[in-house]
Nanobody, 124 residues
Framework: QVQLVESGGGLVQAGGSLRLSCAASGRSFSSYLMGWFRQAPGKEREFVAAVMWIGGGTFYADSVKGRFTISRDNAKNTVYLQMNSLKPEDTAVYYC?????????????????WGQGTQVTVSS
């Protein structure tokens, strides 16, 4: 059974940076696609970025392109989301998701396993 645990959230001023981590355990992730989603108060969970465990191919939501970078460390079974130039509208609970196989998946229903989320708050 796959388990995901996010960490690294917190309070930061606009323009600042945070790095989120998602530690994965339970099985081999060699065929997995790992994604970050976020959910702001009163809004639906939305796609942020994803990375292929093997090969490292990445893709991003338009709203974070050029500011956020997703990466993975195969040896540590951990996926990261480096967030720079943060804006108040980035405030949300950030969730790590995983799915077996595939590449360009951005919908909530396409991911099979989720972590518990980590809060990111950006003050103006």
């Amino acid at each position: 059974q796959v388990q995901l645990v996010e960490s690294g959230g917190g309070l930061v001023q606009a323009g600042g940076s945070l790095r989120l981590s998602c530690a994965a355990s339970g099985r081999s992730f060699s065929s997995y696609l790992m994604g970050w989603f976020r959910q702001a108060p009163g809004k639906e969970r939305e796609f942020v970025a994803a990375v292929m465990w093997i090969g490292g191919g990445t893709f991003y939501a338009d709203s974070v392109k050029g500011r956020f970078t997703i990466s993975r460390d195969n040896a540590k079974n951990t996926v990261y989301l480096q967030m720079n130039s943060l804006k108040p509208e980035d405030t949300a609970v950030y969730y790590c998701g995983a799915r077996r196989g595939g590449y360009y998946y951005t919908r909530l229903s396409e991911y099979e396993t989720w972590g518990q989320g980590t809060q990111v708050t950006v003050s103006s």
